[in-house]
C-alpha cells in the first residue's frame, strides 16, 4: 500500500504524471530580465488592462490557464482539478481568476511556495488514480504586494539590501496521466521551520532553513545527491537566503557543482534592474518554472531538475504581535524522461 | 486507472480511509449552546489564556490537535501529512499552530469550507497510497474574524438580521488507511459560483448556489438521493442561506424529509443566542463535524452523512472594489461501516 512513499516526507510516483501544457505571463520588468524569451506574455503597462492591480494580477492567472491549456491543445473544460492560490488575503486572485472557468476548485495557501505545493498536490491526484488532468496555477503581482505587505506605492520607501522585489507573473502548468513529459516524479512536503527571523525586508534568512530541511530530506528519502540532478533550484531565497541554505548545506556534506541557483536570482538582473537581493514572490519561482526551466526540460537541455519553491508564512499582523518569520519550502523532482 | 473518479467531480475512495480520532474545541458561546456536550474542551473567557486573538486562535488549532491525536491514541509524530487552514490573512493561525509540531504540512484556503476541503484531500493522501495517517484542522475566532472583516469590536457596529456570528472553535481529524470507522467514501470538489451577491452581511445567501451545484454534483455523481443518507449537512449557511438552497434543490426535484440541516443553525440556539442568522466560519462546520457528527457516526446514531462545508472567497479588498462574492462548496460522504 504504501510503496508510494519514501522516507519521511517524499511521495514517490508509480506512474509519473506528464506536464501536458506549461505557460508564464509577466509584467514589464521581468520582461526586461534575462528569462525574457523564455516568457509567453510580457505585458508592457503592467495593468493587464484592468483598473486595479489586484484584478491585473487575477488577469494574469486567467490568461496563463488559457495559454498553458492553448499549448496542451486541450480545451480548458477538460481540467478536472485545479489547484491555486497567492499571496493576497483571502487568495483573491485566485478565487477571482478561477470563477470564471467552471472548474473543480481546490484552494491553497503556501505562499511563494505556491506552485511547488500545487504541482505537488496536483501529481498526486493523478498518480493516486483520481484523475487524468489537473492544473496548478499560482501567480504574485508587484503593486498588491507592496500595498498589502509593506506600504503604498505612493509613500516611496526606501528598500534595505536585503529586501527582495516581488515578481509580477503568472505560471499555470497541465498535467496528465500521459504525455510527452517532462515527468513529475517525487514531491517532498515541507515542514514549517522558524529560526527567529523578524526582519520581514530579509525573507531570504527567513525562508532559508525551510529549504534546508526540505532539501535535505528530499536527498535522504531518495537516497540521491547534487551530483545526480542537471539543476536544484530554490524558490525566491535571493542573494541573501541562496548564500545561507548552500552554507547550512555544505556543513551536512551536501556539495554542489555549479547545479544549484534560485529563481529570484534568475528572474532578474540584480545588478542592472536594481532589485536589491532578488525577486521574490508566488509568481517567482512559478514564471521560470513555467518558462525556461520546463521549456529546456521539454528540449532536453535539462533532464533531472529539483524544484524546491519556498514561502514565509507570516502576516503584518503576525509581524505586528511580535512574532517571527515562519518558513515552508516543498519540493517536487521533475524529470525529461521516464526511467 | 480513473476507477476512483466519478461523474465529473467526485471521488469515490476504493479504501475508504477511517476516522482515527477527532476533536472540537471552543469558546464560552459555543458552549452554551445546545451542542455543548459534544465538544472536547470549551474556554470560559475565549482567549485560550493568550494575548491576542490571533494567537488565542493559534492555541485552539493546537489544542484540536492535540486531543485529537490522544484520542486516536497516537503521538502527534505520527501524522505523516497535515492539511491546515483558516480564514485570517495569510492563514496564519494555522502556520503558527503547526509550526509547533515538525510534521510535513500543506496549507490550503477554501473560506468556511477548509474542514471538507482538507479532510477530502487528506482522505486522498490515504487512499492514493501516499500515506497511511493524516490529519486536517481548521479553526476560526469570533474576534479575529470581526476585526479582519467587518470593524474592531470597540467600534460597537449593529449587526444586520441576516449577518452570522463566526463560530469562536477548532476541529481536528486523524485519518488511517485502516480503522474503525467512520470511514470517507466520497469527496466532491466544488466549483465556484457567483450570482453576484454583493452584501458581506448575507454570505448564507452568497454561499448558496455553491452549496446547490456540489450537492446537485454529488447525488448525480454518487448516483443517489437524499433518502440514501441520514444526514446532509451544509457548513455554515445560516437560516438565510440553508432556507435558498433548499428552495433550489427542490426546483430540481431533490427533495429532504427532514435530514437537511446546517452546521450554523445547529451550533448555535438562534432565538436565544442573539447570533442573528446563525453560526459561520471555518469553525462552525470544524466543530459540529469534530462534535456530534463524528460522535453520533461512531456510536450508530448516523450510519451515512454528507458533509457539505460551504465557503465565501471573498475580501475586504474585493468588496471595496465593488466585486461581488464568490462561494465554494467541497462535500465529503462519511460512512459508520463499510460496504
Not at 530554490?234 to 547545479?259: A, P, Q, S, W
Not at 518558462?291 to 529546456?296: R, Y
Request: aromatic share 8%.
Amino acid at each position: 500500500m504504501l510503496s508510494k512513499r519514501v522516507g519521511n516526507s517524499t511521495v514517490a510516483f508509480l506512474n509519473p504524471p506528464s506536464v501536458l501544457g506549461f505557460a508564464s505571463v509577466v509584467g514589464k520588468k521581468e520582461g526586461e530580465g534575462p528569462l525574457a524569451e523564455t516568457f509567453d506574455y510580457i505585458n508592457n503597462d503592467t495593468t493587464f488592462g484592468e483598473k486595479t492591480w489586484e484584478k491585473s494580477e487575477t488577469r494574469m492567472q486567467k490568461d496563463a490557464l488559457t495559454i498553458a491549456s492553448n499549448k496542451a491543445n486541450l480545451p480548458i473544460s477538460a481540467i478536472q482539478y485545479v489547484f491555486a492560490g497567492d499571496l493576497i488575503n483571502q487568495c483573491i486572485s485566485s478565487s477571482f481568476s478561477l470563477r470564471e472557468f467552471g472548474l473543480p476548485f481546490i484552494g491553497i495557501y503556501g505562499a511563494c511556495s505556491t506552485m511547488a505545493e500545487g504541482l505537488g498536490l496536483a501529481a498526486m491526484m493523478i498518480d493516486g488514480g483520481f484523475a487524468s488532468v489537473t492544473s496548478a496555477v499560482t501567480s504574485s503581482h508587484f503593486c498588491t504586494a507592496e500595498r498589502q505587505y509593506r506600504t503604498p506605492l505612493e509613500y516611496g520607501a526606501q528598500r534595505t539590501p536585503t529586501a527582495q522585489w516581488t515578481v509580477t507573473g503568472s505560471g499555470c502548468v497541465l498535467l496528465g496521466d500521459t504525455g510527452p513529459g517532462p515527468y513529475v516524479t517525487h514531491f517532498t512536503v515541507g515542514k514549517i521551520v522558524d529560526q527567529g527571523i523578524k526582519d520581514t525586508n530579509n525573507m531570504g534568512a527567513a525562508m532559508a532553513p525551510s529549504a534546508h530541511s526540505t532539501l535535505s530530506a528530499f536527498f535522504q528519502d531518495t537516497n540521491t545527491s547534487p551530483a545526480d540532478y542537471d539543476l536544484i533550484v530554490t524558490g525566491d531565497l535571493g542573494k541573501v537566503g541562496h548564500e545561507i541554505v548552500t552554507d547550512l548545506l555544505r556543513r551536512d556534506g551536501i556539495i554542489f557543482n555549479g547545479n544549484f541557483n534560485d529563481c529570484g536570482l534568475m528572474v532578474f538582473d540584480l545588478e542592472k534592474q536594481d532589485v536589491h537581493a532578488g525577486g521574490s514572490g508566488c509568481g517567482c519561482s512559478a514564471v521560470v518554472l513555467c518558462g525556461k526551466i520546463l521549456n529546456e526540460l521539454r528540449s532536453g537541455i535539462l533532464n533531472k531538475v529539483v524544484f524546491a519553491a519556498t514561502g514565509a508564512l507570516h502576516s503584518p499582523v503576525s509581524a505586528q504581535q511580535g512574532e517571527s518569520i515562519p518558513g515552508i519550502c516543498h519540493a517536487v523532482c521533475l524529470s525529461s524522461k521516464l526511467n
